[in-house]
């Protein structure tokens, strides 16, 4: 059984960073890529970035692109995201997710999932 634990997230000015790091409890061979992934109140669960565990191929979302950066610690099973110049409709709980297809933008497409950690972007 694969869990992801999120953490990092808080309440931080906008134009501040955030570090989100994700922790899995094994990185299962069968998975192929880790995602980030946020949820505002009313909203859907929207794509932010994903990474794939060996080459490290990278794609983001438009909104994030330049502002944001995903990586992957392979030896700590953990992939985190770099959250930069944050503005306040970055306001969200973000959740990771590790899944098997690339690339891979839509939720449906990832078998594990982490409980979310709250990120607030005050103006």
């Known amino acids: 059984q694969v869990q992801l634990v999120e953490s990092g997230g808080g309440l931080v000015q906008a134009g501040g960073s955030l570090r989100l790091s994700c922790a899995t409890s094994?990185?299962?061979?069968?998975?192929?890529?880790a995602g980030w992934f946020r949820q505002a109140p009313g909203k859907e669960r929207e794509f932010v970035a994903a990474?794939?565990?060996?080459?490290?191929?990278?794609y983001y979302a438009d909104s994030v692109k330049v502002r944001f950066t995903i990586s992957r610690d392979n030896a700590k099973n953990t992939v985190n995201l770099e959250m930069n110049s944050l503005k306040p409709e970055d306001t969200a709980v973000y959740y990771c997710?590790?899944?098997?297809?690339?690339?891979?933008?839509?939720?449906?497409?990832?078998?594990?999932w982490g409980q979310g950690t709250q990120v607030t972007v005050s103006s």
């Open positions: 997710a590790v899944g098997s297809r690339w690339p891979a933008l839509e939720p449906y497409k990832y078998d594990y």
């Open positions: 094994e990185r299962t061979f069968r998975s192929f890529a």
């Open positions: 990474i794939t565990w060996i080459s490290g191929n990278t």
